[in-house]
Structure formats: C-alpha cells, structure tokens
C-alpha cells in the first residue's frame, strides 16, 4: 500500500496521528504546530482517505494496522507515540494489542472499543454505495462539530466538506466494513502502554460513557474530557493539545530545562536569530545567555496551560506597553513563526491605543510596518 504521509519536526518520540473515517491529514493542522518541536510528528492518511488509494480487495481494521507498521518500517522507525480519534483509535487499539513493542504511549481520541452495531453500518454502506457521499455529508459534519462552533466557522466547515467529498466511496464505503467488523471489548485488558483517553462531552457517535469504558478497561488509562463533539482535535485544538503535553510530559524522560528551551527559542525566533545570539556568547555574557534560554523559553515558554500564538499575542502587548522596541520587532517577526497573522498583530496595536496610549501605539505600528515589509508580507 502506498500510503500518503506527512513528517513535521527533526526531533523528539514521534508522534503518529490518524485519522478519522471521513477525514484526511489535514485534521490534524491546527494541533501539529502546537506540538512542534516536542515531537517528531507524523501523519498520514488512511487506506482509501486522502491520498492514499484504495485497494481492490476488502480490508479490515488488521489490514489497516498493518499499513502503519508497513509505513514505520519503511521511515526506518522503531517505537511510537500514537495518536488515533474515532477509526484511527480503533487502528491505535489494534496496534497496541498485537504490537505492544511498537506502541510506546496510546492516545484514543473520540472512540471506542466498539464503534456501533452492524445495522447502522450496513445501512450507510448501502446508502453511500447507492447515492454517494454528497448524500451523508451533511449529517456527518453535523456529528462531527458541535451546532455553535459551525455557524461560528463557516471557512473551515467549507474546507472539512471539501475534504469528505474528495474521498471515494470505495475507499469510506470498504473502511465503514473495517469499524463494523472489529470489537475489541473483550482484548483492551491485553493494552500495556500507558494510555489516555480523549472523550467529547458533545460527541454523539463515540460518548463519554464509550471513553469510560476505555479507561476502565485499559490498566492505568487516563480520560481526560472535552467540550467538543466528535472531532475535537478540531473544535478544541488547545485543551487537545494541552491534553497530549501533560500526559506525554508526565510519561517521557525529562528533557533538560536547557535542551527543551533552546529548541522552542529557535522555534520560535528562528535558527539565524538564535546562531546569532549564541555565537556572540563571551565570558561576560555567557550566563545572561543560559539564563534566558533556561529560564524563558525552558520554562516559562514551554508551559502547557497557553499555545505559542497566545504567548505572541500576550508578549506583543507587553513589549508595545514597556516602549521596547527592539524586542517588540523581534517578536513580530517571531509571531509569525507562531502563526500570528497581520491582521492580528494589528488588532494588538489597536488594542494598546486604547490601553497603553496612542503615542505607544503608533510607535508600534511603524516598527511593525518596518518588519512587515523587511520580512516580504504583503499588508
């Protein structure tokens, strides 16, 4: 199989995603870059989803497994962290039973040790098959997201509808077979790794009650609780990923307060800001150096409880308030590596006039300028 995949990050435990039925790699957008550079991440798309084709005969959750290990072995990787929401927790479950040596730590995000009952299932299979998938996708996104969060997100259900359309109904069809067939209930008690447990209070097809059971079951597993329905990756990317940090933080070896620091400052500042920095390090300086990559960007910047692009936010204010101009473009130019947009360091701007003063704020909007234009974005 040909799988589609995509590698974010140089370093760290790899982290593999996978994704539910209906979805592609793209789900994962909004959580990979809140996760970099902790891990190595890789996501792929699953047989007959995105990219990745479909095969001519049926296969079932095993098969599926299979092409995980087929795609690690390939990339040459031993161990993983493994990330799956709804089929790919099913897939995640299947790998942790039958290759505990592979799975290291188990994240089941939005699933259960058994997905439905035949007859749903064979109901949607005769339908796609019949009618195709513009017939469920309506209903499908209805499940996915809670009421609010679609009407308040129209740009993003457009794109999540465009990528369910792009599916084949070979490929959705062939993997509803795959989730129909499988029912770990008896088997999860064989789960060794350390596991968590991601339930959405909203979610109509895998409840909490299904997460309970998980946890229940699994030895040790954690449940953590969201407030999103079924892809809460999506609808809640920051209490996700928040999720993930502290239980693989608890559960891995202590990174360095150094190492975890020098790599989110060049993260975030960039390599060429940073090799800068580092080779101006003198005798007299040199503490003032470890300090900052120790103290700010070791500890405080890789705090679990605000994502980088709220520290950017945050940072900018603060620097517009305190006339530091320097450090202000500096982070301006860093915000972008956080994925701030213009439109967003100009509503921080903005903001300061009122709460800081106009002077402080127009100083703020030439520096800004001044990086904008250095750094080629268009206004």
């Given at each position: 199989?040909?799988?589609?995949?995509?590698?974010?990050?140089?370093?760290?435990?790899?982290?593999?995603?996978?994704?539910?039925?209906?979805?592609?790699?793209?789900?994962?957008?909004?959580?990979?870059?809140?996760?970099?550079?902790?891990?190595?991440?890789?996501?792929?798309?699953?047989?007959?989803?995105?990219?990745?084709?479909?095969?001519?005969?049926?296969?079932?959750?095993?098969?599926?497994?299979?092409?995980?290990?087929?795609?690690?072995?390939?990339?040459?990787?031993?161990?993983?962290?493994?990330?799956?929401l709804s089929m790919g927790g099913l897939i995640g479950q299947w790998l942790a039973i039958n290759h505990p040596e592979r799975v290291e730590r188990l994240i089941l995000s939005n699933t259960?040790?058994?997905?439905?009952?035949?007859?749903?299932?064979?109901?949607?299979?005769?339908?796609?098959?019949?009618?195709?998938?513009?017939?469920?996708?309506?209903?499908?996104?209805?499940?996915?997201?809670?009421?609010?969060?679609?009407?308040?997100?129209?740009?993003?259900?457009?794109?999540?509808?465009?990528?369910?359309?792009?599916?084949?109904?070979?490929?959705?069809?062939?993997?509803?077979?795959?989730?129909?067939?499988?029912?770990?209930?008896?088997?999860?008690?064989?789960?060794?790794?350390?596991?968590?447990?991601?339930?959405?209070?909203?979610?109509?097809?895998t409840t909490v009650a299904d997460g309970q059971f998980l946890q229940q079951h699994i030895p040790g597993a954690q449940l953590v609780e969201l407030s999103a329905a079924h892809v809460s990756a999506i609808e809640s990317p920051d209490a996700f990923t928040d999720a993930i940090r502290s239980?693989?933080?608890?559960?891995?070896?202590?990174?360095?307060?150094?190492?975890?620091?020098?790599?989110?400052?060049?993260?975030?500042?960039?390599?060429?800001?940073?090799?800068?920095?580092?080779?101006?390090?003198?005798?007299?300086?040199?503490?003032?150096?470890?300090?900052?990559?120790?103290?700010?960007?070791?500890?405080?910047?890789?705090?679990?409880?605000?994502?980088?692009?709220?520290?950017?936010?945050?940072?900018?204010?603060?620097?517009?308030?305190?006339?530091?101009?320097?450090?202000?473009?500096?982070?301006?130019?860093?915000?972008?590596?956080?994925?701030?947009?213009?439109?967003?360091?100009?509503?921080?701007?903005?903001?300061?006039?009122?709460?800081?003063?106009?002077?402080?704020?127009?100083?703020?909007?030439?520096?800004?300028?001044?990086?904008?234009?250095?750094?080629?974005?268009?206004?």
């Amino acid at each position: 199989m040909n799988t589609h995949y995509q590698i974010d990050g140089e370093t760290g435990p790899v982290l593999v995603f996978s994704n539910s039925l209906g979805a592609d790699l793209i789900m994962w957008d909004k959580v990979v870059p809140r996760l970099l550079p902790h891990f190595r991440i890789l996501r792929y798309d699953t047989r007959g989803h995105g990219q990745t084709p479909v095969s001519a005969e049926p296969f079932t959750i095993t098969d599926l497994g299979l092409d995980v290990l087929n795609l690690l072995d390939k990339l040459a990787i031993d161990k993983i962290v493994f990330c799956g929401l709804s089929m790919g927790g099913l897939i995640g479950q299947w790998l942790a039973i039958n290759h505990p040596e592979r799975v290291e730590r188990l994240i089941l995000s939005n699933t259960a040790a058994k997905i439905g009952n035949d007859t749903t299932w064979n109901e949607r299979i005769d339908r796609v098959r019949q009618v195709g998938l513009p017939a469920i996708v309506d209903g499908v996104l209805d499940r996915w997201l809670t009421p609010d969060y679609r009407q308040a997100n129209p740009a993003e259900l457009a794109q999540l509808r465009d990528s369910f359309l792009r599916n084949t109904v070979a490929g959705y069809a062939a993997c509803c077979e795959a989730i129909r067939d499988v029912d770990f209930r008896e088997t999860i008690g064989q789960i060794s790794a350390p596991t968590l447990v991601i339930a959405g209070t909203h979610d109509p097809v895998t409840t909490v009650a299904d997460g309970q059971f998980l946890q229940q079951h699994i030895p040790g597993a954690q449940l953590v609780e969201l407030s999103a329905a079924h892809v809460s990756a999506i609808e809640s990317p920051d209490a996700f990923t928040d999720a993930i940090r502290s239980f693989l933080i608890a559960e891995a070896p202590k990174q360095s307060v150094y190492d975890a620091g020098m790599a989110v400052r060049r993260a975030v500042l960039g390599d060429a800001h940073v090799d800068r920095a580092t080779t101006g390090i003198t005798d007299f300086n040199g503490e003032f150096q470890d300090f900052i990559t120790r103290y700010a960007w070791g500890e405080i910047w890789t705090r679990p409880g605000l994502p980088r692009h709220s520290r950017s936010l945050i940072t900018l204010g603060m620097l517009i308030a305190l006339n530091r101009e320097a450090e202000f473009k500096m982070h301006v130019r860093a915000a972008f590596n956080n994925g701030v947009t213009i439109d967003e360091i100009k509503e921080v701007i903005m903001h300061s006039a009122l709460y800081c003063g106009l002077p402080a704020a127009n100083a703020a909007f030439h520096a800004a300028q001044d990086v904008i234009a250095m750094e080629h974005k268009n206004l």
